[in-house]
Every structure is written in C-alpha cells, then in structure tokens.
C-alpha cells in the first residue's frame, strides 16, 4: 500500500526546479549502437516491466543481463535486442558438461526464442573472469564453458545467438601506455589466442569493459582531464596517432594487442562504459554527467579512434544503482547508476549524443513503501552508545554514501547513525524491530534527507520475483547472525 507514484509531470516540475531549462521529451532515438547494462543486485530491484518501458521511452533497443532471471529476460521481447550472462561461479559446471550447458540452453533460451518473443543475440559466458584480483580462478574454465555453451546452442539450432565473454580492459596491457605497444596479459596469453580465435570462427563480437574512472581513482598522478573527452590538456603521441583522451588509447590497445595476435578484424563491442556518481570524491554527478556527455557525442559523432575509425557499440553501465554489490573494488561501486536504484535520473544525458541538457525518462509506475523513516532518536544525549549501533547497522546495510567526499560525507556523529539506521530499516522492508537499535532509533514520517544527501524509501517488494525475496531473507540472516555475534 501508500504507493506513491510520481507523474512525469511532477518530476518535470522537480527537474526544472533543479536544472532550469529543460524539457522532457518523450520517445526520442538513442545513438546506433547503443546499449545499457541493467544488474539486479539491489535489495528490492525494480520490476523489468516497469524498466522495459522506461528504456522504450527512451529510445534504447539493446540491453545486457548479468545472468538469465527469466522474470527479466522475458519482460524484453518485442523491439529490443537482448544479451544474457553466465555468472563466473557456474563457468565450472558448465565447462565440465556439455549436458548442463544443453539444459542452459534449452531453460534460458529456446523458451525465450521460441515462445517469448525475445530477440536474444549474444550469451556473455563469464564476467570478467580473468580480471587480475580474481587470480586463476577461472582462467582454465572460461573457454571450455564458452565451447559448450556454443555447442549446445548450435545442436539446438539457435545460430544466431553468439557466443562471447565480458574481459575487463586489464587483460592487455602495455608497458609504454602507448596503444602500438599493446597486447595481452602475460599469464593469460595462450588462452587469450584460443578465445580470439573462436571469436574470430564464429564471428562474435570481442567485449570489453573500459573505465577511465578506474584510471583516475587508481592512480593519484593520473590527469583528470584526460579521463574525461573534449579536452586537450595531455596527448599521447604514438606512431602518427594523437590521443586526448584515456578511452580511446585503451581502445587502440586492445585493437593493437589484436593485430599483433593476426586477427585484426574481430569486432570489439564496449560491454561496459560508465563513471559512478558516489562512494569516492571523483564519483559524483558533476564527473559523471561530463563523462557522459562527451562519451556520448563522440559515439554520436561516428569519429571513432585511430585504430577503430567508425561506428561504435557500446553498453553503458549502468541503469541503477545496486546497493548489495561487493565493494571489494571501491564504495563507488554501488552508484553506478545513471538512474538511482527507483528509476529517477541523477543528470541530464542525451542518449541521442546531440548533447543536449535535458533530463532522461523517468521510470513510470514505481511503488514505493510507506513514507517512513528510521532516525536516531533526539532525546539520545550519551554518545558513546551511538557506535556500536551505527556499526551494527552499516555492517548490514549500504553505507556507502558517508564517506569523505560522498554524498553524505559531512553529516556528524548522530546524522552518521541517522543514515545508516534508515538504511537498514528500508532495506528489511521497513520492519518496526529494524528501527530499533536497543532503544536509540526512532521511527519518523518527515523526511531527513538534505542537500545532496538522500535518506531512500525502498520500492514495494515484488512477490513475484523469488530471487528477491531469497536476497532479502538471506541478508537478514547476515543481518542476524551478526546480531547475535554482538551480543
Ligand atoms: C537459467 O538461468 C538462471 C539465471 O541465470 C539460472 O539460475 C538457471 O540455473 C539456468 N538454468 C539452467 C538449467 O542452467
Ligand atoms: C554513556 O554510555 C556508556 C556506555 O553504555 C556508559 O559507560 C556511560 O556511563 C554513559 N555515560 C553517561 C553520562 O550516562
Ligand atoms: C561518519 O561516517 C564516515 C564514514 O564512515 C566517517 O568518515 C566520518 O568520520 C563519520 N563522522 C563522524 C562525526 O563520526
């Protein structure tokens, strides 16, 4: 109940408010050949046909899946162009049996093709699995799963679905940061060519994700401006190429670490493309909206790299923020949202690349839970009760935001608590027991979110999506187990 939803009109009027001359223009095109990633690690994830229309609205055909929910896969038939993902922790049954690869196939595609309307293209066998901090872990299983898949798809008579892998750009390199000089990982050289290859014969596409915003939050003497396009503070000269930007050097060395492998004319993809907007001081709205805006055009503008003249595929990552995503990499990593985790945009972004300062779509239709949130109680006065419950609560709910530099960064002790108390409680779905902290939560209808700092309401739970529910059940056990190791 107490859903309340927001008209288009209304968040025209809150975006005018906000950025001044803009117009919400519906049902524009989205730039050839762009794309978006939409991962559902989030607590309560939006429904996929609430998030089909919004892409619809916007012009955007071509969306990329982390796994294969059929709740969500289904919600894309018709118009849209899909790609679905094998998670790396099911790469070791798959390489080891072509029979579960054939159930695969027959469960998370023919249903789909056949019967569901949806236009699958491509199956990404694998998330970045070679990424360096992962070890070997499944550089042995990658290929053999991404053979089986091929082979059960082909035995089912699928051809036209492709086979490929998502690789982070960290699996080439070169040692003079000049793009000629580029090629593979040493450690993963040999399985790097075997993959080339069958990418080449089937003629797949070559997937990678780049992230200038890694380069600048990796490496303190990094020059800001050149992580960003349209700038042309600092180029790298290499043979006759100019470079003013850290993307398309990156791009130019994979293209080049393929020359050097004799198969220059695989087609590279960008699986993913994005800048966060929190959770680190270069992750904000600002950074990212110029990230985008010159992404963008430059794909709109057809221009292209040195080595890779032309049109350009892309992805963007991504569509909402995910607040149960690892942040093993970074806090940043649950803001990569160009939309906050209800569907509300963060920025303007023309998906068209004419940049223009416009707010995208909104999601229309989104449920919210009740106006409520959870507080540190005012008549708290002893401080050094506040701790141990504000660790209580980050250990089992995004804090993320509250970071120097974040969106919350400057909040004090008791805004601290605040915050994370309203975290944990929405994110149980607003129990009255997660408001209460041993007495020092309070449970409030007006809303405490100032400035840049947004205390969330949490979307309705979707019954039917069990995956969500088995999300929710298993962090209140963590939640819980921590609990009890408290005490
Ligand atoms: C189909 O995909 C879903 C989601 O990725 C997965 O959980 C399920 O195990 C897959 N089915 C088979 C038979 O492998
Ligand atoms: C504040 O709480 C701490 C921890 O429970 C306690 O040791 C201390 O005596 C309290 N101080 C006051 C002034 O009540
Ligand atoms: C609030 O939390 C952030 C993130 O943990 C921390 O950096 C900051 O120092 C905290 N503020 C206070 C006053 O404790």
């Not at 939409?38 to 919004?54: E, K, Q, R, T, Y």
């Not at 750009?169 to 940061?177: C, F, G, I, K, P």
């Not at 800001?224 to 470079?243: C, L, R, V």
Request: include cysteine.
């Amino acid at each position: 109940m107490a859903g309340a939803e927001f008209s288009i009109g209304a968040l025209c009027l809150i975006v005018l408010l906000a950025y001044g001359t803009l117009h919400c223009v519906q049902g524009a095109d989205s730039i050839p050949g762009l794309g978006i990633n939409w991962g559902a690690l989030a607590s309560n994830p939006m429904d996929p046909n609430i998030v089909a229309n919004m892409l619809k609205d916007n012009g955007i055909k071509k969306v990329k899946l982390f796994d294969a929910d059929p709740w969500i896969v289904s919600a894309f038939s018709g118009d849209f162009e899909v790609m679905v993902g094998i998670p790396n922790d099911q790469l070791s049954k798959f390489a080891g049996s072509l029979g579960d690869a054939e159930d695969w196939v027959k469960e998370n595609l023919t249903k789909h093709l056949h019967n569901g309307g949806v236009n699958i293209r491509y199956v990404a066998v694998g998330n970045e699995p070679f990424l360096t901090s992962y070890g070997d872990k499944y550089v042995k299983k990658t290929f053999p799963a991404m053979q089986n898949i091929q082979k059960a798809i082909d035995k089912a008579g699928h051809g036209e679905v492709k086979v490929t892998t998502a690789l982070n750009a960290d699996v080439y390199e070169s040692q003079t940061n000049k793009p000629s000089d580029g090629d593979f990982r040493d450690n993963i050289r040999d399985v790097m060519k075997q993959i080339i290859q069958f990418l080449h014969e089937k003629k797949s596409p070559f997937l990678v994700n780049i992230y200038p915003f890694l380069s600048l939050y990796q490496s303190e003497g990094f020059p800001e401006d050149f992580a960003f396009f349209g700038t042309h503070s600092m180029t790298i000269s290499d043979k006759n190429a100019q470079y003013s930007n850290v993307f398309d050097a990156n791009l130019d060395t994979l293209a080049w670490a393929l020359k050097k492998s004799g198969y220059s004319d695989i087609k590279i993809v960008v699986g993913e493309i994005g800048w966060p907007t929190d959770g680190n001081k270069n992750a904000n709205v600002n950074n990212a909206k110029r990230f985008y805006q010159g992404f963008l055009k430059n794909m709109a503008s057809k221009k292209g790299t040195p080595m890779l003249p032309g049109h350009m595929d892309a992805y963007l990552f991504s569509l909402f923020d995910e607040n149960l995503k690892s942040i093993d990499p970074g806090n940043f990593e649950r803001h990569w949202g160009i939309y906050r985790y209800d569907g509300k945009p963060k920025f303007p972004i023309d998906f068209s690349g004419k940049g223009e300062e416009k707010l995208p779509q909104s999601a229309k239709g989104v449920r919210y839970q009740e106006h409520k949130w959870c507080v540190l109680n005012a008549d708290v006065k002893n401080m050094s009760l506040i701790p141990p419950a504000l660790d209580y609560a980050c250990a089992g709910a995004d804090c993320t935001s509250l970071g120097y530099g974040c969106s919350c960064g400057n909040l004090g002790l008791a805004g601290n608590a605040s915050f994370a108390f309203n975290q944990f409680f929405q994110t149980r779905d607003q129990s009255v027991e997660a408001c209460d902290f041993n007495g020092l939560g309070s449970i409030v209808t007006q809303d405490p979110s100032k400035g840049t700092c947004l205390f969330p309401i949490e979307l309705e739970s979707n019954n039917g999506d069990m995956l969500t529910t088995m999300r929710i059940m298993a962090s209140m056990l963590i939640g819980l187990s921590i609990f009890f190791i408290t005490l």
